[in-house]
């Protein structure tokens, strides 16, 4: 990030006023030095803030307690037991100052030090992913990654705050223990010894928790990494018509992991539950205890009880459990990032380079593994020599271990550069704002062919010493391919050392030395003239065990010859609006994510009511609005009925009344039985209510991920295209993980229940002494006066923490998808300051909106210790007019009224910044969404009969107001006939594709055998249809898996189909065959290998319309012929729609479509084409030269 000078930045003390002075000096230790802005230090005086805080808790029912002893001994003419009674209410005032400041200081040290905890692990994270081995990464996936950046981590901000209560708590119990012996003696015990109970059911309780997280977490990660998978492959998903099944496999991962969720839920329903009830347990079976020893008691005395036990109330039941269960899942969290930190990671070599001499790549009998376990090396016995100014060309089949050896050369030699995919010039032309352009999330997605161009323009320029090349053409169409392998290969990359894996044969000639790989070993080793020599036919070297019976279509042709499509260099390029974004779909659009828009303004009611009828009905949630008012009023009456209580508790003591009268007995009587009810109500309430709002709030999550989630899938493809997965899943996962684990409905529940509470507290105030309404009314204005200045902020701020995590997580999944790259660049540490950068963004508003909640705490806890002081003096004042009980009463209410005033305006402050994060995930519920997957009418089961496919005037656009990509195509694809599509990049094959399968809905009409594809749902449309992309799409699970997705096949079925794809002997040659585990996204298979797994899966559907999109494209040349071969035999009967790049895939076909800036110039068969010297074909093919053009035009016979 751009350092800020102190000019730009001035020292705020400048114009702070006195509070803002003193509450910096509270929070950081010194005042600002004039003129500088200083570096916090890492010291943690919170945890001495928390010790003198919890004392002065203590302290303030030794001041209460002689204040109503004064109210007792009450005496007009003794005039120095009031002015001693006066230095008890200062001091009762001091400490309740004290505690106003102590409070808030150590929470907010807690937290910034969580807070910093939280960042450092977040940073360890990340290094650490940019430094997983190949291994490693088959033992994690970026869910999983995502999981521990988004939800573990944030475990240290919360075990920070409570993490001293596990021995403040008891310690404080101890010492009110003591306290309570002296005021009352044995009976005290009574009353502990339920809060001992209490304590050791947390402590086992706190086991469950890091059980049930130790499972949540792992069902999370499996729930996200599902998640993510579909996001990345939205394409295949839609045009597979897969969403509902992968709607239900999520939910059904999302029901095991919310079954989880709520036995945690309820725990911690419990927990609420017993902080709400347990002090006023300990007060009635304490006095219980007194009455059955038949001891006596004053009334101070039992005001010093209650106030004795409400100062446990927060940090033995509440801090403590909330502690024990902090502390457990941290521990869970710990083991899982811990667990994460110790996988394996790639060597960091330091190669010395020769100060002199000549510098070459040289291997020599070189064997190498990508896992340690394995027992078959993947490179065995390579040797090898490359020296400045040579090309080495390394070609082999599928799966021959050509990557792997670019790879590990890698790890050898530096300085390299090494790409899984990897310019012509005439690109940016092609961009909306040329080299300026914006591209990755939210900005202009770029296609595959631009991303290769860009990636071998950034390699040139860096002026390396050595280059690996990973089949950097194939993404590409021939023309191109042919510029960028003589214009940079050849002629840039002339004087460098350059290792080129490619299916490109054409191009061996100009290669200095060939080495071909097969099964990771070395088949031959030569010149292109060496090869010519020995009669070797490379095809032959290609050829596995099961393809021997298979003939070359041309026999005694030369087979080093390329069979691919090239595009004249001289052929004109029109411009981007109107050239056809074919591989590019949409590329040059720029957009801004909708859910990234600014929200301004208050959360509005319709957010609270979607959020809670989410999860009940109005008749539940009014049940348990009535059940909280019923909790609140028998917590109330509680302390009403205890005043009675103790007035005739102290007549007895001092002898007014006689125990032995009936009359005495019968009200004592009376009085604790009532007392009783009131107890076990109160306990029966608060757990129906503690329950029943965990149960509303996480079916809430629940029923608003299910629409989320469904809301998403239903979003057309564009959404995807424009929001690459950076931002598209880790900013669902961030609010998922959010609206799960954080249940933002728990604030509400609190402010509603603390709310209640305090107009009850306030109520019983006012009636007992009436004036205490004086200072109560302007006490209210002055809060809601401060909650309003505050919320004017931190609405915002808090928006602005939630877009400023998102960068994070996007970060986070830029790097795993490009760590090939980021490690050739040896760019590790400039990503990780960009990482940390995102961090102290997102740090800087959460910062500030834990600063300005502290803030608001420190004024109304100071506000509110003026309202103690005012109450405590003017009752000393008014000591003629008051009640002994009432006294008692509305002092030790007060002191609860202190925190509950500041705690009701907090939460409520709160609510607004938590469901602001409920209202980003309702507005993923307004996306736009992709027409209907069902209609009313359904086509026949056995359509299309056929396989007629006609288009009609079609014009179609990507979005609504995008320029036309295809324009008045007509074109009828006969049934049963086996059609080519070509073109240059950008002409509009593959949105001829888009268009039929109405991944945007065209304009014009398609037709399948007679139905009109926009008459009927998209499922019954994509479903009779199959497809194979250009892009791969695997899933983490196994072979079995990735092929029959759904379990819908034979075994026999998925071996037939792999055989049909040349990959049936590999398969075999695994350990466990099809129950091989695939990691994330297929990272351990070749590129080619998994366009071959896809293309197996899209024959298994057996439609009556197949369609081929560049979906060999990273197949060599001899298992590409091979597999249009069984392609042709297999679907014979069936239409059969083949977009390539290479002319040897469409050559065979019946029929070429040929297309030029959106529209179909030329719709002949192939010979007949090839006949016409000005059709585009016919140039075409001219431009690979005479050799090859005469091998075509042989086929096409």
Request: hydrophobic share 45%; charged share 20%.
């Given at each position: 990030?751009?350092?800020?000078?102190?000019?730009?930045?001035?020292?705020?003390?400048?114009?702070?006023?006195?509070?803002?002075?003193?509450?910096?000096?509270?929070?950081?230790?010194?005042?600002?030095?004039?003129?500088?802005?200083?570096?916090?230090?890492?010291?943690?005086?919170?945890?001495?803030?928390?010790?003198?805080?919890?004392?002065?808790?203590?302290?303030?029912?030794?001041?209460?307690?002689?204040?109503?002893?004064?109210?007792?001994?009450?005496?007009?003419?003794?005039?120095?037991?009031?002015?001693?009674?006066?230095?008890?209410?200062?001091?009762?005032?001091?400490?309740?100052?004290?505690?106003?400041?102590?409070?808030?200081?150590?929470?907010?040290?807690?937290?910034?030090?969580?807070?910093?905890?939280?960042?450092?692990?977040?940073?360890?994270?990340?290094?650490?992913?940019?430094?997983?081995?190949?291994?490693?990464?088959?033992?994690?996936?970026?869910?999983?990654?995502?999981?521990?950046?988004?939800?573990?981590?944030?475990?240290?901000?919360?075990?920070?705050?409570?993490?001293?209560?596990?021995?403040?708590?008891?310690?404080?119990?101890?010492?009110?223990?003591?306290?309570?012996?002296?005021?009352?003696?044995?009976?005290?015990?009574?009353?502990?010894?339920?809060?001992?109970?209490?304590?050791?059911?947390?402590?086992?309780?706190?086991?469950?928790?890091?059980?049930?997280?130790?499972?949540?977490?792992?069902?999370?990660?499996?729930?996200?990494?599902?998640?993510?998978?579909?996001?990345?492959?939205?394409?295949?998903?839609?045009?597979?018509?897969?969403?509902?099944?992968?709607?239900?496999?999520?939910?059904?991962l999302r029901r095991e992991e919310i079954s989880k969720i709520l036995k945690s839920s309820f725990l911690r329903g419990m927990n609420l539950a017993s902080f709400f009830a347990v002090s006023k347990v300990m007060i009635f079976v304490t006095f219980i205890t007194n009455e059955l020893l038949d001891n006596q008691i004053t009334a101070s005395q039992v005001f010093v009880v209650v106030t004795l036990f409400e100062a446990l109330r927060f940090s033995s039941t509440l801090y403590f459990p909330m502690a024990i269960e902090k502390v457990s899942e941290a521990a869970v969290s710990i083991q899982r990032i811990k667990n994460f930190l110790l996988l394996d990671e790639i060597p960091q070599l330091n190669t010395q380079l020769p100060s002199c001499g000549e510098m070459m790549v040289d291997m020599q009998d070189f064997t190498a593994f990508w896992n340690k376990e394995s027992e078959t090396p993947t490179l065995q016995s390579l040797s090898f020599t490359v020296r400045p100014g040579e090309l080495l060309a390394v070609v082999g089949p599928v799966?021959?271990?050509?990557?792997?050896?670019?790879?590990?050369?890698?790890?050898?030699?530096?300085?390299?550069?090494?790409?899984?995919?990897?310019?012509?010039?005439?690109?940016?032309?092609?961009?909306?704002?040329?080299?300026?352009?914006?591209?990755?999330?939210?900005?202009?997605?770029?296609?595959?062919?631009?991303?290769?161009?860009?990636?071998?323009?950034?390699?040139?320029?860096?002026?390396?010493?050595?280059?690996?090349?990973?089949?950097?053409?194939?993404?590409?169409?021939?023309?191109?391919?042919?510029?960028?392998?003589?214009?940079?290969?050849?002629?840039?990359?002339?004087?460098?050392?350059?290792?080129?894996?490619?299916?490109?044969?054409?191009?061996?000639?100009?290669?200095?030395?060939?080495?071909?790989?097969?099964?990771?070993?070395?088949?031959?080793?030569?010149?292109?003239?060496?090869?010519?020599?020995?009669?070797?036919?490379?095809?032959?070297?290609?050829?596995?065990?099961?393809?021997?019976?298979?003939?070359?279509?041309?026999?005694?042709?030369?087979?080093?010859?390329?069979?691919?499509?090239?595009?004249?260099?001289?052929?004109?390029?029109?411009?981007?609006?109107?050239?056809?974004?074919?591989?590019?779909?949409?590329?040059?659009?720029?957009?801004?994510?909708?859910?990234?828009?600014?929200?301004?303004?208050?959360?509005?009611?319709?957010?609270?009511?979607?959020?809670?009828?989410?999860?009940?009905?109005?008749?539940?949630?009014?049940?348990?609005?009535?059940?909280?008012?019923?909790?609140?009023?028998?917590?109330?009456?509680?302390?009403?009925?205890?005043?009675?209580?103790?007035?005739?508790?102290?007549?007895?003591?001092?002898?007014?009344?006689?125990?032995?009268?009936?009359?005495?007995?019968?009200?004592?009587?009376?009085?604790?039985?009532?007392?009783?009810?009131?107890?076990?109500?109160?306990?029966?309430?608060?757990?129906?209510?503690?329950?029943?709002?965990?149960?509303?709030?996480?079916?809430?999550?629940?029923?608003?991920?299910?629409?989320?989630?469904?809301?998403?899938?239903?979003?057309?493809?564009?959404?995807?295209?424009?929001?690459?997965?950076?931002?598209?899943?880790?900013?669902?996962?961030?609010?998922?993980?959010?609206?799960?684990?954080?249940?933002?409905?728990?604030?509400?529940?609190?402010?509603?229940?603390?709310?209640?509470?305090?107009?009850?507290?306030?109520?019983?105030?006012?009636?007992?002494?009436?004036?205490?309404?004086?200072?109560?009314?302007?006490?209210?204005?002055?809060?809601?006066?401060?909650?309003?200045?505050?919320?004017?902020?931190?609405?915002?701020?808090?928006?602005?923490?939630?877009?400023?995590?998102?960068?994070?997580?996007?970060?986070?999944?830029?790097?795993?998808?490009?760590?090939?790259?980021?490690?050739?660049?040896?760019?590790?540490?400039?990503?990780?300051?960009?990482?940390?950068?995102?961090?102290?963004?997102?740090?800087?508003?959460?910062?500030?909106?834990?600063?300005?909640?502290?803030?608001?705490?420190?004024?109304?806890?100071?506000?509110?210790?003026?309202?103690?002081?005012?109450?405590?003096?003017?009752?000393?004042?008014?000591?003629?007019?008051?009640?002994?009980?009432?006294?008692?009463?509305?002092?030790?209410?007060?002191?609860?009224?202190?925190?509950?005033?500041?705690?009701?305006?907090?939460?409520?402050?709160?609510?607004?910044?938590?469901?602001?994060?409920?209202?980003?995930?309702?507005?993923?519920?307004?996306?736009?969404?992709?027409?209907?997957?069902?209609?009313?009418?359904?086509?026949?089961?056995?359509?299309?009969?056929?396989?007629?496919?006609?288009?009609?005037?079609?014009?179609?656009?990507?979005?609504?107001?995008?320029?036309?990509?295809?324009?008045?195509?007509?074109?009828?694809?006969?049934?049963?006939?086996?059609?080519?599509?070509?073109?240059?990049?950008?002409?509009?094959?593959?949105?001829?594709?888009?268009?039929?399968?109405?991944?945007?809905?065209?304009?014009?009409?398609?037709?399948?055998?007679?139905?009109?594809?926009?008459?009927?749902?998209?499922?019954?449309?994509?479903?009779?249809?199959?497809?194979?992309?250009?892009?791969?799409?695997?899933?983490?699970?196994?072979?079995?898996?990735?092929?029959?997705?759904?379990?819908?096949?034979?075994?026999?079925?998925?071996?037939?189909?792999?055989?049909?794809?040349?990959?049936?002997?590999?398969?075999?040659?695994?350990?466990?065959?099809?129950?091989?585990?695939?990691?994330?996204?297929?990272?351990?298979?070749?590129?080619?290998?998994?366009?071959?797994?896809?293309?197996?899966?899209?024959?298994?559907?057996?439609?009556?319309?197949?369609?081929?999109?560049?979906?060999?494209?990273?197949?060599?040349?001899?298992?590409?012929?091979?597999?249009?071969?069984?392609?042709?035999?297999?679907?014979?009967?069936?239409?059969?729609?083949?977009?390539?790049?290479?002319?040897?895939?469409?050559?065979?076909?019946?029929?070429?479509?040929?297309?030029?800036?959106?529209?179909?110039?030329?719709?002949?068969?192939?010979?007949?084409?090839?006949?016409?010297?000005?059709?585009?074909?016919?140039?075409?093919?001219?431009?690979?030269?005479?050799?090859?053009?005469?091998?075509?035009?042989?086929?096409?016979?």
């Amino acid at each position: 990030m751009r350092a800020v000078s102190p000019e730009e930045k001035p020292n705020p003390l400048q114009e702070a006023n006195i509070c803002s002075r003193l509450f910096y000096w509270t929070t950081h230790g010194l005042p600002i030095p004039d003129g500088a802005v200083t570096n916090h230090s890492t010291g943690t005086p919170g945890s001495t803030g928390g010790k003198r805080q919890d004392g002065t808790k203590v302290v303030l029912p030794i001041f209460l307690g002689k204040i109503i002893s004064y109210f007792e001994n009450y005496d007009p003419a003794n005039s120095a037991a009031l002015h001693e009674a006066y230095g008890y209410a200062a001091g009762l005032s001091a400490c309740v100052l004290l505690w106003a400041v102590l409070h808030q200081l150590c929470f907010y040290h807690m937290q910034r030090e969580g807070m910093r905890l939280r960042v450092a692990v977040c940073h360890m994270i990340y290094r650490k992913s940019l430094r997983l081995s190949s291994s490693a990464m088959g033992k994690t996936t970026t869910g999983q990654i995502v999981n521990l950046l988004s939800n573990d981590v944030n475990r240290f901000d919360q075990v920070t705050m409570f993490l001293h209560y596990l021995w403040v708590g008891p310690l404080q119990a101890i010492a009110v223990t003591a306290l309570l012996w002296m005021e009352i003696g044995i009976s005290c015990l009574a009353g502990m010894a339920v809060l001992v109970i209490l304590l050791l059911l947390q402590s086992c309780v706190g086991n469950l928790f890091s059980s049930l997280r130790s499972k949540t977490a792992a069902l999370t990660d499996d729930k996200i990494r599902t998640m993510s998978e579909v996001i990345t492959g939205i394409r295949t998903v839609k045009m597979n018509a897969w969403e509902k099944s992968f709607i239900d496999l999520i939910t059904r991962l999302r029901r095991e992991e919310i079954s989880k969720i709520l036995k945690s839920s309820f725990l911690r329903g419990m927990n609420l539950a017993s902080f709400f009830a347990v002090s006023k347990v300990m007060i009635f079976v304490t006095f219980i205890t007194n009455e059955l020893l038949d001891n006596q008691i004053t009334a101070s005395q039992v005001f010093v009880v209650v106030t004795l036990f409400e100062a446990l109330r927060f940090s033995s039941t509440l801090y403590f459990p909330m502690a024990i269960e902090k502390v457990s899942e941290a521990a869970v969290s710990i083991q899982r990032i811990k667990n994460f930190l110790l996988l394996d990671e790639i060597p960091q070599l330091n190669t010395q380079l020769p100060s002199c001499g000549e510098m070459m790549v040289d291997m020599q009998d070189f064997t190498a593994f990508w896992n340690k376990e394995s027992e078959t090396p993947t490179l065995q016995s390579l040797s090898f020599t490359v020296r400045p100014g040579e090309l080495l060309a390394v070609v082999g089949p599928v799966g021959a271990g050509k990557v792997s050896c670019d790879a590990f050369c890698q790890l050898d030699v530096h300085p390299c550069f090494f790409f899984p995919f990897s310019v012509s010039m005439q690109d940016l032309k092609l961009l909306q704002d040329g080299d300026l352009t914006m591209t990755g999330d939210g900005e202009t997605p770029l296609s595959e062919g631009q991303k290769a161009r860009v990636s071998l323009a950034r390699a040139v320029y860096q002026d390396a010493d050595i280059y690996l090349l990973d089949d950097p053409l194939s993404a590409v169409d021939a023309g191109v391919s042919r510029h960028l392998f003589q214009q940079c290969i050849r002629r840039a990359l002339q004087e460098k050392i350059t290792i080129l894996v490619t299916h490109q044969l054409q191009y061996l000639k100009d290669a200095n030395q060939i080495l071909i790989l097969k099964d990771g070993k070395m088949v031959a080793r030569g010149t292109y003239s060496e090869f010519l020599k020995s009669e070797v036919d490379i095809f032959s070297l290609f050829e596995k065990g099961n393809e021997q019976s298979e003939p070359s279509s041309v026999p005694g042709t030369p087979t080093l010859i390329s069979e691919s499509l090239v595009q004249s260099l001289q052929y004109p390029r029109s411009s981007v609006k109107d050239a056809a974004p074919e591989d590019q779909d949409t590329e040059n659009i720029q957009v801004v994510l909708p859910l990234e828009d600014h929200l301004e303004g208050k959360v509005g009611f319709k957010t609270y009511k979607n959020y809670f009828t989410a999860g009940a009905d109005w008749s539940v949630i009014i049940f348990l609005i009535l059940v909280n008012i019923a909790a609140q009023v028998a917590y109330v009456l509680q302390d009403w009925w205890l005043a009675f209580w103790a007035n005739v508790q102290n007549d007895l003591y001092f002898g007014r009344y006689v125990k032995e009268d009936e009359d005495v007995v019968f009200t004592l009587n009376w009085y604790l039985g009532v007392y009783s009810g009131l107890t076990v109500s109160t306990v029966l309430f608060g757990i129906t209510r503690s329950l029943l709002i965990f149960y509303i709030l996480v079916n809430s999550s629940r029923t608003l991920h299910n629409k989320m989630l469904e809301t998403i899938l239903r979003a057309p493809v564009l959404l995807f295209n424009r929001n690459p997965i950076g931002k598209s899943d880790t900013k669902f996962f961030s609010e998922y993980v959010l609206l799960t684990h954080k249940v933002p409905g728990l604030p509400l529940f609190s402010l509603f229940q603390t709310f209640l509470l305090l107009v009850g507290v306030v109520g019983v105030m006012v009636a007992a002494i009436p004036w205490t309404a004086i200072p109560v009314i302007p006490l209210g204005i002055i809060f809601f006066f401060l909650r309003w200045y505050f919320l004017e902020t931190s609405r915002d701020v808090k928006r602005l923490e939630c877009t400023t995590r998102s960068p994070v997580f996007s970060q986070l999944a830029s790097s795993l998808q490009g760590l090939w790259t980021i490690r050739a660049y040896r760019a590790e540490q400039k990503f990780q300051e960009v990482f940390d950068a995102h961090q102290d963004l997102h740090s800087e508003a959460w910062f500030l909106l834990l600063t300005t909640s502290r803030w608001l705490a420190v004024y109304l806890d100071v506000i509110c210790a003026i309202f103690v002081t005012v109450v405590a003096f003017g009752s000393l004042n008014l000591v003629q007019s008051l009640d002994l009980g009432q006294v008692g009463l509305v002092l030790s209410l007060t002191l609860t009224l202190m925190g509950m005033f500041q705690w009701c305006v907090r939460q409520s402050a709160e609510v607004e910044n938590m469901m602001i994060s409920v209202e980003r995930v309702i507005e993923y519920t307004d996306l736009e969404k992709e027409a209907s997957w069902e209609l009313e009418y359904r086509p026949p089961p056995s359509w299309p009969n056929e396989g007629l496919i006609s288009f009609i005037n079609v014009n179609f656009r990507h979005k609504s107001d995008g320029p036309l990509v295809l324009k008045n195509v007509y074109a009828y694809i006969h049934p049963g006939r086996k059609f080519g599509i070509v073109g240059r990049t950008g002409a509009g094959k593959s949105s001829l594709i888009a268009a039929l399968f109405r991944l945007s809905d065209p304009e014009g009409d398609i037709y399948i055998d007679d139905i009109l594809t926009t008459s009927i749902g998209l499922h019954d449309l994509r479903k009779k249809m199959s497809v194979a992309l250009q892009e791969p799409v695997l899933f983490t699970g196994t072979m079995r898996k990735n092929l029959d997705p759904f379990n819908e096949h034979t075994d026999n079925e998925l071996w037939n189909a792999l055989e049909e794809v040349q990959l049936k002997e590999s398969i075999e040659g695994l350990p466990a065959k099809m129950n091989t585990e695939l990691s994330e996204s297929g990272l351990n298979w070749s590129v080619g290998q998994k366009q071959l797994v896809c293309l197996a899966r899209t024959i298994l559907r057996k439609s009556q319309i197949l369609i081929l999109d560049k979906a060999t494209s990273y197949v060599d040349p001899r298992t590409d012929e091979l597999i249009q071969k069984k392609i042709h035999k297999r679907f014979a009967q069936c239409t059969v729609l083949t977009v390539a790049h290479r002319l040897s895939t469409i050559i065979d076909c019946e029929l070429i479509l040929v297309f030029d800036s959106g529209k179909r110039e030329e719709y002949y068969p192939p010979y007949d084409l090839l006949q016409d010297r000005n059709s585009l074909f016919y140039k075409m093919v001219q431009q690979l030269g005479e050799t090859e053009a005469a091998v075509l035009a042989k086929r096409a016979k």
